[in-house]
């Protein structure tokens, strides 16, 4: 059902969101000097680590009930309105070039559809219907999860994702701003990244936004470190699709194995230009197919791959 608070309860509500506080000592920021307004924004950007290390436990927690359902086939599956549904998108849109993951494997929901990308659509974060009825387009099973964004913590398209996908049996996690918030509350897992009041009041693209950003990349990065999709701090899995990205195969394998340009050119030839594969015909001294063969009774582990060659 879409939200039908009244004006004035809803002007409370915000009142007493650490979020939207407003702060009288930067009630004169605007007559500032332009540096001056950049240290002050900088300062305030350097709180944002410390509060994300504060729950460094609780996205941990998740992290690792995360990666088991996506070792068994799931799907990570983010959901929010405006800045909070952008994050999402864009965390989601980065894995497979940088992971190789198929598109389908990490999505972005954001209220409103595609169009709110780049527009703001009005309404579409009130309604908890149009959260059930984006997620049902997935189907989704119990071995997905689901994580609702929301700096306020009560954004209806967010809390609505994650009570649909809680009733589905998908693993769920809250990802707010703000203490005590009904998304985190509604969550198998939440996370409260309490960064305080903004420095323009309410415009919680900034602290909050940045914490977001963190966090999510924290539950993606470590997720695929977990499934195998690195070896040590090198991108294996890295998808090149550019002169760029295969100039970054190339020194990936090099780094991972100290062997020659000669030798790198022959086994990213031998492997279609897979990196982890090209690393362990070097490594294991096995030809291409050996290679994917191993890595595919590894679960793409490459340690493991290696560790069963031997």
């Given at each position: ?34 540096l ?15 509060a ?70 009005e ?35 967010a ?8 009733a ?52 993606s ?73 191993l ?5 793409g582990?490459?340690?493991a ?6």
């Amino acid at each position: 059902m879409t939200s039908t608070s009244h004006p004035r309860d809803l002007r409370t509500e915000l009142e007493s969101l650490t979020t939207e506080a407003f702060r009288p000592e930067l009630a004169d920021i605007d007559r500032l000097p332009t540096l001056d307004i950049a240290r002050l924004m900088n300062g305030e950007d350097a709180t944002v680590a410390g509060a994300v290390a504060a729950r460094l436990p609780q996205i941990a927690a998740a992290i690792d009930a995360v990666a088991e359902r996506m070792a068994r086939g799931g799907r990570l599956v983010y959901a929010g309105a405006g800045t909070a549904g952008r994050l999402g998108i864009l965390d989601a849109s980065e894995c497979p070039p940088t992971f190789n993951t198929d598109p389908s494997r990490v999505v972005g929901l954001i209220a409103g559809g595609p169009d709110a990308v780049v527009t703001s659509v009005e309404g579409a974060e009130d309604s908890r219907d149009l959260a059930r009825t984006d997620l049902d387009t997935l189907a989704p099973t119990p071995d997905d999860t689901v994580v609702g964004i929301s700096a306020s913590g009560r954004t209806p398209y967010a809390i609505g994702a994650v009570e649909h996908a809680r009733a589905r049996g998908c693993l769920t996690v809250g990802l707010a701003c703000n203490p005590g918030s009904p998304l985190a509350a509604a969550a198998d897992h939440g996370i409260e990244i309490v960064v305080g009041p903004e420095l323009l009041t309410g415009s919680t693209r900034l602290k909050s936004g940045t914490a977001q950003k963190l966090v999510l990349n924290m539950i993606s990065t470590i997720t695929m470190i977990r499934l195998g999709k690195t070896y040590g701090n090198l991108m294996v899995d890295v998808r090149a699709s550019n002169d760029k990205l295969r100039a970054r195969s190339h020194r990936i394998v090099a780094l991972a194995t100290g062997a020659e340009d000669k030798e790198i050119e022959e086994a990213l030839t031998a492997t279609d230009g897979e990196v982890k594969n090209a690393i362990l015909t070097i490594l294991a001294g096995v030809d291409g197919p050996t290679a994917a063969r191993l890595l595919a009774e590894s679960d793409g582990h490459l340690r493991a791959a290696l560790a069963a060659s031997g």
